[in-house]
């Protein structure tokens, strides 16, 4: 029987996984890449509401940036399993960066119509889509199994420490340079993790061939995931908070202007308090889920996050929307790298890019549709009735969560006796 001592998180471990050279230049070149991702991620939606002063266009372009995960998942998953992953992450991360040369080549000529803006962004979605699945799967090669969990949960800090700097970089970039300036950066930022993952040595992988057709297999990961408790329930949740909680950040450049009056550095305030709340819960996840695991972990989280976005609603000021925006960082970190260690740790290889796609394509199936609708409820009536009504909606599935609690147990079924943090329970 393991002992309490082992159970607990040794010294370091925080920072376990970077201790492998191949991580490490992973997490290194992702982090700076990720930064000129959000100064272009907080540019689009501001440029866009400037130019038409639409919400429901900064909704359609949330939906166009997000949609195409859903309709590639099954082809991005058969990817992830049936190629080199190495070779798919650099040439993803190529064209993602052409991608970023052509917004800035637009604004350079004075083109300036939302719809060429919302195509741009509809084809980086498209590449994004055949890269993130593949993403997640090679986090797997990096490390050897124990530190898995360490490297999720750092993988999605690195992630939110650029959502940290980059949205304050960005309003700033915004507010003195302008927006060909943003597009540019993120550009040449994508050179940070081409040379990062070509200079990666993994094991040459055994890749996966089962002679079926794409949909097939897609299907199979789809009947896998159904028997699997553990993994519908975190898939089942993760859409809830893509639908009802991420819109909220596509509309934060609307609540910037439109409702706080604070321009370009506003939008910039509230999503560097964004990623500022997600870096802070970075540890709070190392050390809790060893003490609460992940089905408590989940639940408290939850609970968090939904009140953090009823008082986003609720703001009339920025300092509150920050503060709101600080908190919804935390509880948005500590849920979703729960719920995706959780995936990583359930799933067996030969199915694991197939099972993530479907994971991720049911996230970016949440997003789009609940941007889409979001924009436009924000339209009709107004951003802080449509967030805050979202975080009520929020508030009652967490009420759900706590008065049945057995609905999340086999995420820690599942997860425990692959950390042999205790001994496995029957």
Known sequence: MASVAASRPSRGAAIAALRHRNFALFWTGALVSNIGTWIQTITVPYVIYKTTDSAAW????????????VLMGPWSGAIAD???????????????????????????????????LVAVVFATGVINALNIPTWQAFVTELVPKEDLLNAVTLNSAQFNAARAIGPALGGLILATLGPSWSFLLNAISYIAVIVAVWLVRVPIRATMRTGQHVLKDFVDACRYVRRHRGISTCILLVFAVAFFANPMLQLSAVFADGVFGAGAAGLGVLTASFGLGAVVGTPLVSHF???LGSARLVSVAFSW??????????????WQGALAMFSTGIAYLALIATLNTTVQLSVVEDMRGRVLAVYFMTFTAGYPLGSLLQGWLAQVFSPRITVATAGLILVAISGGLWARPEVLHDMDRHRLPELALEPAMP
Request: charged share 10%; glycine share 10%.
């Open 58 to 69: 900064v909704g359609l372009a949330g939906f166009c940036q997000f949609i195409p995960g």
């Open 82 to 116: 049936r190629f080199n992953r190495r070779r798919v992450l650099i040439t993803t991360q190529t064209a993602l960066a052409f991608c970023a040369l052509g917004l800035w080549a637009m604004w350079e000529a004075g083109v300036r119509s939302p719809g060429a």
């Open 305 to 318: 996050l939904a009140v953090s976005v009823v008082a986003f609603g609720c703001s009339t000021e920025l």
């Open 289 to 291: 889920s060893h003490r």
